[in-house]
């Protein structure tokens, strides 16, 4: 049989022959210099004879696509590195147990900042339609909610929604909303916003919330906040934890200085007046016996003299009478009259002290001029009182010897754990040759009308989150 001249193919048309050359081929113009497969598009000519195998147009150039894809995770890599940075510094001052204050402004700033916001604040709810504003934060020029405020969260806004599903929340658009807190925020400027609960021990206390004065913000805002509030929170508990504490202490300090009062009370009027007729019976039989036996009894009156004596300073110890019944000054001068080393006193308070913190900067002076008379070789010591209305202080100054150790003595370190459990420090400078000064400045009123003060702390009541 004679054979047909070959003719050549049309382009693209590959014969039977070629078919498995072909396949090698398209698998890596399927794969691609990058490793990916790409789009293409299949044409069949000639029945079954072959195929055109072309590269969509929207991958001519997979190169472009990868670095486009590469700056987009870029972006998303550096705003996540951004977000947890600002994370760590909130952290940083929740550990290191700053003042909340300081930590929910931080914490304002840092989620407007982190979220693209023009505004943010951190509110404590007061009940279901109510809030304090305790932190703020807006870009400058930008009108703001003054800290310890008090707004209407209304029903719709994300405030209000949190509150009443205990998640984060989002308004994209305030328009058409009625109430006064959406108008103050139309106000102000804001078009959206989102906001995440802070919850302590289960219960709700607040939510911190972000402002757009533009555009809504995006799908992964609220779980973004979230992280923050979680911050908040702990900064909160800590504090709250510190409170209960010191509230502790405070009420072991003033249980325990009611128990001497009462102790010196009870040996003043019982003990004390007992001995003291028991005395007076003795002088009196003493009087009609005979000579060896008035002596015998004048010497058993002598010991129960020094007995009284010891009681007295048993119960001046425990708790002097005179610091209840004139105050802390007059208390002061007593010490003066009986240390064995001149003292010159010094006192510009007028009013009196609650009682716990008179019978703690007294017994910080009586403590001190002990130590003075007994180790200072000192010639004169200088107590000094001072007050403002919201502190107290004492000073004791001495010109002897110095070098004085608080931690190799019980008295001061208890003196100090007194003096802390009331909100106060004690601190002791001595320099060898150059005498010491011990001091103690307690807090006699707190803050009440800031809005994160010990009322601020607790949580409204709603139901806990399990």
């Not at 504003?133 to 707004?151: H, Q, T, Y």
């Not at 009370?265 to 009609?288: C, M, T």
């Not at 003075?372 to 107290?392: E, I």
Request: contains cysteine; charged residues 25%.
């Amino acid at each position: 049989m004679s054979r047909r001249p070959s003719r050549p193919l049309p382009l693209g048309v590959l014969t039977m022959r070629d078919v498995p050359r072909a396949a090698g081929r398209r698998a890596s113009l399927l794969q691609g210099r990058d490793g990916r497969l790409g789009r293409f598009r299949t044409t069949r000519i000639c029945g079954s004879i072959g195929v055109v195998e072309q590269p969509s147009r929207a991958l001519d150039r997979p190169g472009e696509t990868l670095a486009v894809e590469n700056e987009r995770l870029q972006r998303e890599l550096r705003a996540r590195l951004d977000e947890e940075r600002a994370l760590r510094r909130v952290a940083t001052l929740v550990a290191r147990e700053h003042a909340p204050e300081k930590v929910l402004i931080v914490v304002a700033e840092e989620v407007a900042r982190h979220l693209g916001a023009d505004a943010a604040l951190t509110a404590r709810y007061d009940g279901p339609d109510r809030a304090t504003v305790v932190a703020d934060w807006s870009v400058p020029g930008l009108a703001r909610f003054p800290v310890g405020s008090e707004i209407e969260i209304g029903q719709e806004t994300a405030l209000a929604r949190v509150f009443a599903t205990l998640a984060p929340a989002r308004v994209d658009s305030y328009e058409g909303m009625s109430g006064a807190y959406t108008e103050q925020l139309r106000a102000l400027g804001m078009r959206a916003s989102v906001a995440a609960p802070v919850l302590i021990d289960g219960q709700l206390w607040g939510a911190v919330a972000a402002g757009s004065a533009a555009d809504p913000f995006t799908p992964d805002s609220e779980a973004r906040l979230g992280a923050f509030a979680e911050l908040v929170a702990q900064a909160i508990a800590n504090v709250d934890a510190r409170i209960e504490l010191k509230a502790s202490r405070a009420r072991i300090v003033e249980a325990t200085d009611s128990a001497r009062r009462r102790i010196e009370r009870d040996l003043h009027d019982g003990a004390q007046q007992r001995l003291v007729g028991v005395a007076l019976s003795l002088r009196v039989a003493a009087r009609r016996a005979e000579p060896a036996t008035a002596a015998a009894i004048e010497r058993c009156i002598d010991e129960l003299s020094t007995a009284l004596a010891e009681l007295r300073d048993l119960a001046r110890g425990l708790h002097p009478a005179v610091l209840t019944e004139h105050g802390l000054l007059a208390a002061l001068r007593m010490l003066a009259a009986r240390s064995a080393v001149p003292v010159d006193l010094d006192s510009e308070l007028a009013d009196r002290l609650p009682p716990t913190h008179e019978t703690a900067l007294y017994f910080v002076a009586a403590e001190a001029l002990t130590n003075v008379a007994k180790y200072a070789r000192a010639t004169t010591a200088n107590v000094t009182l001072r007050g403002d209305g919201l502190w107290a202080e004492i000073s004791i100054t001495d010109d002897g010897i110095g070098g004085a150790r608080p931690e190799r003595g019980s008295g001061l370190r208890g003196l100090a754990d007194r003096v802390e459990a009331l909100g106060g420090r004690l601190t002791v400078d001595s320099a060898a040759g150059k005498g010491t000064t011990v001091s103690a400045r307690i807090r006699i009123a707190t803050d009440s009308a800031n809005p994160i003060s010990q009322v601020a702390l607790r949580a409204v009541n709603v139901p806990s989150v399990t």
